[in-house]
C-alpha cells in the first residue's frame, strides 16, 4: 500500500474549477516532482494537501489512513485539520522564516507549540530538546555556526535551507516543496538541491514542484505534468522527457528546454 493516496482532488475558486480531479499515489522515500506552465494548478494542489486550500471534493489517505474526504464535513474540523496537516510539510518559495526570531529559534517554535500537553508541562526540558533536535538538523544542512543569526543576516540559499530544517523538525510523513529555488540564482540553487537530494538520500518521501528540469530528471521517481487543472502525463522521468506522449507536454519541454 503506498504512504500517499490522493484520489479525484477536486477545487473551485468562485466559479472557476481549477483543480479537475487529481490522482496520485506515492510510495514511502519516493519524490515525486510536478511541472507544468503557470496557473496549471501545481500549487493549488500542494495547498490542498497541506489543508491551506480545502479540496471541495476528492480524498487524501496517509498510511492507509483517510485524513481527508472532501464530501464528508466532519473533516473540515479545525482541531482534526490541524492534526492532519502534521503529515505534511511545506516550504514555499519564499522561505517564510520568522524575521525576529534566531535560526534555532525558526526551528524550534513550531515544534513548541505543536508538542503534547504532557511535554509542555515541563517547559525546559522540552525547550532543551528541541534545541538538540534543530543542533542537529542544522548541522546536517551545514548552518550549525548560524543557529543565532537572524534570518536576514543569511543568503537566500541559506534561508531556504533553514526553511526545510524547519519543516523537518515537525517530522512530516510526507515532504512538499513549492518551487524552493526560484527565488535563487543558480549557485544557490545548487546548494539547496542538494539538500533535497540529501533528503531522499535517508529516505524523505517528497513532493516537489519545480521548474528545474535538471532535477526533475535526476531526482525524481515519478513525474506529473499538470495543465489546466488536471494530470497531462505521468510517468517515469525517462518516458516523461525521452518519451512525451502528449503535444501539450512537448510544447512545454521544447520552452522549458530553450530556456
Ligand atoms: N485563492 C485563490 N482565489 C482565486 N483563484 C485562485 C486562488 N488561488 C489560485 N487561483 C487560481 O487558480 C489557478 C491555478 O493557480 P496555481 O497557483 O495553483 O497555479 P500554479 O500552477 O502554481 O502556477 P505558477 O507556476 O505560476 O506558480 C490560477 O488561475 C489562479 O489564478
Ligand atoms: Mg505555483
Redesign the pocket.
Known amino acids: 500500500m503506498a504512504l500517499l493516496e490522493v484520489k479525484d482532488i477536486k477545487k473551485k475558486?468562485?466559479n472557476?474549477e481549477?483543480l479537475k480531479g487529481i490522482d496520485l499515489s506515492l510510495e514511502k522515500g519516493e519524490v515525486l516532482s510536478i511541472i507544468?506552465?503557470?496557473?496549471?494548478?501545481?500549487?493549488?494542489?500542494l495547498r490542498c494537501l497541506n489543508f491551506l486550500e480545502l479540496a471541495d471534493h476528492g480524498t487524501i489517505t496517509v498510511d492507509n489512513k483517510l485524513i481527508y474526504d472532501g464530501d464528508d464535513p466532519s473533516f473540515r474540523d479545525d482541531k482534526l485539520i490541524r492534526k492532519n496537516r502534521l503529515n505534511f510539510g511545506l516550504v514555499f518559495q519564499q522561505f517564510n522564516l520568522f524575521p525576529q526570531y534566531s535560526v534555532r529559534d525558526n526551528l524550534t517554535l513550531a515544534a513548541m507549540l505543536t508538542a503534547s500537553a504532557e511535554e509542555k508541562k515541563d517547559k525546559k526540558k522540552l525547550k532543551d530538546k528541541l534545541n538538540d533536535q534543530a543542533d542537529e538538523l542544522l548541522k546536517r544542512i551545514g548552518l550549525y555556526e548560524k543557529k543565532d543569526n537572524y534570518p536576514c543576516e543569511l543568503s537566500g540559499g541559506q534561508q531556504q535551507r533553514v526553511a526545510i530544517a524547519r519543516a523537518l523538525m515537525l517530522t512530516p510523513d510526507i515532504l512538499c516543496f513549492d518551487?524552493p529555488t526560484s527565488a535563487l540564482d543558480p549557485e544557490l540553487t545548487k546548494e539547496v538541491l542538494k539538500v533535497i537530494k540529501d533528503l531522499k538520500n535517508s529516505n524523505n518521501t517528497m513532493i516537489v514542484?519545480t521548474h528545474e528540469m535538471d532535477f526533475a530528471k535526476n531526482v525524481s521517481d515519478k513525474i506529473i505534468f499538470?495543465s489546466g487543472g488536471r494530470i497531462e502525463e505521468y510517468g517515469t522521468p525517462s518516458e516523461i522527457f525521452d518519451n512525451p506522449k502528449s503535444p501539450v507536454l512537448r510544447s512545454f519541454l521544447n520552452n522549458a528546454l530553450e530556456s
Open positions: 475558486f468562485d472557476t481549477v507544468g506552465s503557470s496557473g496549471s494548478g501545481k500549487t493549488t494542489l518551487e514542484v499538470m
